[in-house]
Structures are given as C-alpha cells and as structure tokens.
C-alpha cells in the first residue's frame, strides 16, 4: 500500500513537472535553468543542475529503470526530496528529451508510467 501511495505520488508529481516546463527551444540548458527558478528547484548549483538534468533521458531509456527509480536517483543527486527531485525530472525531461515529450503528446509515453499505475 505505501509503494502504491510513493508510485502515485511520484507520478503526479512527475506529470506537473511536464506540464510545467517551458517547451523546449535553441537552449535546452537555459531553458531549463530558468524554469528551476522561483521553485523550490532553485539554488542548486547551476552546473550540477545541468548535468544532473541530463542524466535523466539516458537514465529512462534504460530499460530496467521506471520513472520513479531515475526520480529517486536524481533526489541523491541533487540532494532535495523525492518530490521535488520528481518535479525536477519531469522538468528535465522537457527540457533535453525532446522526443519523449511528443511521443507524450501523441498520447505516447516512452516513459514506462504503467509501471506507476498509468
């Protein structure tokens, strides 16, 4: 029931951070940084950030991780609980994973959210 619960609440937490990032232009990287501020995203050192973020897309694209196990790395990384570092990843994905947000938006998902009851 708990593992249920994180599942669903990673999930939620990780759709919010999709559907909250600036779409992604010429600077991925920028782009990113500035949507990390004015959250509770903001103070981490941009360079960490920035690596960190691109970690993600490598990180869902192997098979064995699910979106909450790269969210709960990506919390030991930056160093931030497992809600934003979620919130950070679904910004992460936005920003440098550019054909998982329109596989998303064609009704898609190269993230394997069914692992998280989607």
Do not use: H, K, W, Y
């Amino acid at each position: 029931m708990m593992r249920m619960r994180f599942m669903v609440t990673a999930a939620a937490a990780l759709s919010a951070g999709l559907l909250a990032a600036a779409p992604a232009q010429a600077d991925p990287a920028g782009d990113f940084l500035n949507t990390l501020d004015g959250t509770v995203l903001s103070g981490i050192n941009p360079a960490d950030a920035i690596s960190a973020g691109q970690s993600v897309c490598p990180m869902l694209a192997d098979g064995g991780q699910d979106a909450a196990d790269v969210a709960g790395r990506v919390a030991d990384t930056i160093g931030r609980p497992l809600g934003p570092a979620t919130m950070f990843t679904g910004f992460a994905i936005s920003a440098f994973c550019p054909g998982a947000v329109a596989s998303i938006a064609n009704g898609e998902s190269p993230i394997p959210l069914g692992l998280l009851g989607f």
